[in-house]
């Protein structure tokens, strides 16, 4: 008789991807700051070039809130160098949409026209 030790259990796979992990939002910005321990400060982008506001609590604000980023780690394995004035992708999460993901540094081609 086998002990339960050597017994091989197979987790179940779960039905959906999408549904193991929770949704992230993806948006483009434009460094404006430079902070320490490669944290940014990203000011959001939206489709048409214009500044995007998002609605992060009660508060109306007229100008568009900065969002504090930090850079995702393939990006800080690869040596990726992100300044101020570069436009990048970044992944909001939907609990907190003030902080934020540096996924991908965009080049010059691939930006949006103003």
Request: net charge positive; glycine share 8%.
């Amino acid at each position: 008789m086998a002990s339960p030790r050597n017994r091989k259990t197979e987790a179940p796979a779960p039905a959906d991807e999408s549904s193991s992990k929770t949704p992230v939002i993806e948006i483009e910005g434009e460094v404006v700051d430079s902070l320490p321990n490669t944290m940014f400060l990203v000011k959001p982008i939206g489709p048409n070039g214009q500044p995007l506001r998002i609605q992060t609590g009660g508060d109306s604000d007229e100008e568009p809130k900065a969002i504090l980023a930090h850079l995702a780690g393939k990006m800080r394995l690869r040596f990726i160098r992100v300044g101020v004035g570069d436009r990048v992708r970044m992944q909001l999460s939907p609990y907190d949409l003030s902080r934020g993901r540096i996924t991908w540094r965009l080049r010059a081609d691939q930006r949006v026209e103003r």
